[in-house]
């Protein structure tokens, strides 16, 4: 079981990437997988289109759960998010949660979701808002098996 994160525009910034990248190493079961997928010159309804039809090939199952991270999303604290993720994956083949572009999410994507989830009230930039996501996901496998990290 992989969790799938789906992303509008590519990180480009040498030290997120390491940062990203080196949560990635650690987290292992369930697997992250970040796909990147274009941006569409600000057209937040042709990005939806794009998002979908990514969430679409990568899954090929109705037994899917989407998640949009939104600053209006329902928010958690790593706890209660590491518990909550740990549930989705036991019942859902596949779990995608996706970040927009700077535009926000398209209407057809919010549309199509399972469920809206905050990092924080605060707005952040879509590419910082991904670094603290990959974050959290290794924060809530550390949480579930007991180690030190979270304390």
Request: proline share 3%; glycine share 4%.
């Amino acid at each position: 079981m992989n969790i799938h994160l789906i992303v509008v525009g590519k990180l480009k910034d040498k030290h997120l990437e390491s940062i990203e990248d080196s949560y990635l190493k650690r987290i292992k079961n369930p697997k992250l997988l970040i796909h990147e997928v274009k941006a569409k010159a600000e057209n937040k309804d042709l990005e939806a289109e794009v998002v979908l039809k990514k969430v679409s090939d990568l899954t090929r199952s109705d037994n899917t759960f989407i998640v949009a991270l939104t600053e209006f999303g329902q928010e958690l604290d790593s706890p209660n998010f590491s518990a909550w993720i740990y549930q989705k994956v036991e019942s859902y083949q596949h779990v995608v949660f996706l970040i927009a572009g700077a535009e926000g999410h398209g209407k057809e994507v919010l549309e199509s979701i399972d469920a809206s989830l905050s990092l924080s009230k605060l707005t952040f930039p879509h590419k910082i808002a991904r670094v603290l996501f990959v974050e959290q996901i290794y924060r809530a496998m550390t949480i579930k098996d007991g180690h030190p990290y979270h304390n």
